[in-house]
């Protein structure tokens, strides 16, 4: 018998009745690659101006105009465009996130999601649960690190993706998190430097590091540049696994933990210890998965460490014992309004 508690807590699909909710789970890749076929070809760019019909929208990214319509349509199901008259689409709050240089733009991401490459990957999930294994150097024959250096268009992708996640990301943590009391503050594996920009930007006083591998490095001068803090910030170039560079009062690592397996994530968690000060501070910028049943995009964001770089998304008590197995010890988790949350670690 389904009791009170269970009506409350459960997820939209479980409302359904049993056979729509597996319906409707089991088809959600059909969405998932629609959506990602609209913002390939800019439909929501086409669209900034206002509403048009699916025949210019057809001229203006050379498809199929009846075909284009039973995609459109689809989306305009699920929140994603709106049909405002007979074969006529407008944007939704939704759709407006699908543009290309506006605040809060998620095109990037959805474009990586779903690129070929990493599809074929998700489709070897069952490889991934049978063996623990990552699915990415079963698919291509390289991890997926090393596959975005032999791949740089791919790696690219990637990049502005992980760019998207940040800038949305930013605010959320600026806001959460005092950072005030840190004089330099090194962005382990921080990419271009889009979250260490932000930080700086909302604190005058801080100076800041950013540290990647050299390829990575390349593109950050011109992020720093446009976001107005290159001058402030000392760049490093290196590989985490074999040493990182002291001199700073804190270490923030944003979405790189949970790319790794227990064993290279204390590995990676070690050298952070070495270059650490004696009173100063590891943040880790993670999602934080929540016990229990309730929905948590964590859950979902597990599969794809699952099956992509071989990594975890983990629970407090998981980043306490990781933490711990490096010499260093949780002192608190900081939630804030994105699915990030600061995981903040001192020497023990």
């Not at 809060?104 to 599809?119: K, L, N």
């Not at 979250?195 to 590091?209: F, Q, R, S, V, W």
Request: aromatic residues 6%.
């Amino acid at each position: 018998m389904k009791t009170q508690h269970d009506a409350a807590t459960a997820t939209p699909a479980q409302q359904l009745p049993p056979e729509a909710a597996l319906m409707q789970l089991s088809t959600g890749h059909f969405i998932s690659q629609a959506v990602y076929v609209a913002t390939k070809l800019g439909v929501a760019d086409l669209l900034a101006g206002g509403s048009k019909s699916v025949a210019d929208l057809a001229a203006g990214t050379k498809t199929h105009e009846r075909s284009l319509y039973r995609l459109l349509r689809t989306l305009a199901s699920v929140g994603v465009f709106a049909e405002t008259d007979p074969k006529v689409f407008a944007l939704t709050p939704t759709a407006e996130l699908l543009r290309a240089n506006v605040p809060d733009s998620m095109r990037d991401i959805v474009i990586f999601m779903g690129e070929e490459w990493h599809t074929r990957v998700c489709d070897e999930m069952l490889y991934s649960v049978e063996t623990g294994r990552p699915a990415w150097g079963r698919t291509h024959g390289a991890e997926v690190f090393s596959y975005f250096e032999q791949h740089p268009e791919h790696g690219e992708i990637f990049n502005r993706a992980m760019t998207n996640l940040s800038r949305m990301a930013v605010p959320a943590i600026v806001e959460a998190y005092d950072f005030s009391g840190i004089d330099k503050l090194a962005d382990v594996a921080g990419g271009h430097g889009i979250l260490l920009a932000g930080i700086l930007k909302a604190n005058p006083h801080m100076k800041g590091l950013l540290f990647d591998v050299p390829s990575v490095i390349e593109g950050a001068p011109a992020l720093l540049g446009r976001e107005g803090v290159a001058e402030r910030v000392e760049l490093m170039r290196g590989n985490f696994f074999e040493s990182i560079p002291a001199g700073a009062d804190a270490y923030l690592l944003k979405h790189i933990i949970h790319d790794w397996d227990d064993e290279r994530s204390i590995a990676i968690l070690k050298n952070v210890h070495a270059a650490l000060p004696a009173r100063g501070k590891v943040l880790l910028v993670e999602i934080v998965i929540a016990p229990g049943n309730e929905p948590h995009f964590g859950k979902i964001q597990d599969l794809e460490m699952l099956v992509s770089p071989g990594g975890v998304e983990r629970t407090a008590e998981e980043y306490r014992e990781l933490l711990t197995q490096a010499g260093l010890k949780l002192t608190r988790v900081v939630p804030t309004k994105s699915p990030l949350s600061v995981v903040e670690a001192v020497k023990a």
